[in-house]
């Protein structure tokens, strides 16, 4: 495995007075799930956009395989942005025809690929359909045919999961899964944390156009140490809260998460909770990328900005 498969060196990107990226550096590892999160507006889609050579950089350099990015890679990457877009009037065995030999991708199967790629993403009864005839589910997955049927080296998937039920969204985790498993190297962004905490190996922190954290995942959660429980329970958050062991509290739909003060007995918040309460879950964690993103970027626990970096968390 090739440790330096995608590097990003000292890269910056300015509008005006703006400075979107700023000294911005990253190695992707070949065969990786890599995961680059942060808030919207953080400077991701900058960072894949420069990546991609839709904008230049003003400064840094883009690597593969430790040779400068060239015309050549965008016929090795399969790249998924923000904004989607697809021929609305071809028919979808058409427009997945059409976009992958713009890649100069050539099969003698072409029909068998793409219903297995069809049946894959449950769109086999939709084989004859225009594009405009699906709906924006099955118009996002349809992209995300055309994204990897080619069979790129590294996939780049920008806010991938955005406007996608459950049931798809685990059918498009699955897929990634298995192209990992073929060979290939995954560059994701996003801005809910659990996404990247359920599918990543690897993640760099970004916020304000700077890199915050980055490495393997185990070590990045295993250097804030192990001093969060997460509970679930029948009581007021607010009693966790104003606990003399606990730091603060991070509330989710389904439970919350407590960061305890250094050197808190968490056994004594167990007994308090149980004296009180009706208690159903009660774990000493690693503490969550997101919780680890507020702590990092100095965010307010619970207020505005954290709350939309928790959008979609319970679809994840």
């Known amino acids: 495995m090739n440790k330096n498969f995608l590097e990003l060196r000292n890269i910056s990107k300015s509008y005006g007075e703006k400075q979107a990226v700023k000294d911005f550096s990253m190695t992707v590892p070949e065969g990786s799930i890599y995961g680059m999160i942060g808030p919207n507006g953080a400077g991701k889609t900058t960072t894949i956009r420069m990546i991609m050579d839709i904008i230049a950089p ?30 609305k009037k071809m028919k979808i065995k058409d427009v997945i025809r059409f976009l992958a030999e713009l890649k100069e991708y050539k099969t003698q199967a072409w029909d068998e690929e793409i219903d297995f790629w069809l049946d894959k993403m449950s769109l086999n009864d939709c084989r004859d359909k225009k594009v405009e005839e699906l709906s924006k589910g099955m118009q996002q997955k349809l992209q995300f045919i055309t994204t990897v049927f080619h069979k790129p080296e590294i996939v780049i998937l920008d806010e991938l999961f955005s406007g996608l039920d459950p049931l798809n969204i685990e059918l498009v985790k699955n897929s990634i899964f298995d192209l990992r498993a073929g060979g290939a190297t995954i560059l994701f962004s996003t801005h809910v944390m659990e996404q990247a905490e359920k599918m990543c190996d690897h993640i760099v ?19 804030f140490g192990k001093n969060t429980v997460q509970i679930v329970f029948d009581g007021d958050p607010g009693f966790v809260e104003k606990h003399s062991t606990v730091a603060r509290v991070l509330t989710f739909p389904s439970y919350i998460e407590a960061k305890l003060n250094d050197g808190a007995d968490h056994m004594q918040l167990l007994r308090d909770l149980v004296a009180n309460n009706s208690v159903s879950k009660y774990e000493l964690v690693e503490p969550s990328l997101y919780n680890i993103f507020i702590e990092t970027a100095g965010i307010a626990p619970n207020s505005e900005q954290s709350e939309i970096l928790k959008e979609g968390a319970l679809n994840v």
Not at 58 to 87: A, C, M, W
Not at 205 to 223: R, W, Y
């Open 58 to 87: 003003d400064t840094g350099q883009i690597l593969l395989r430790g040779t400068q990015v060239d015309e050549s890679f965008k016929n090795r990457v399969g790249y998924l942005p923000e904004e989607r877009g697809l021929h």
């Open 205 to 223: 922190m970004i916020n304000e156009g700077q890199k915050m954290l980055d490495g393997e995942l185990a070590t990045v959660k295993a250097q």
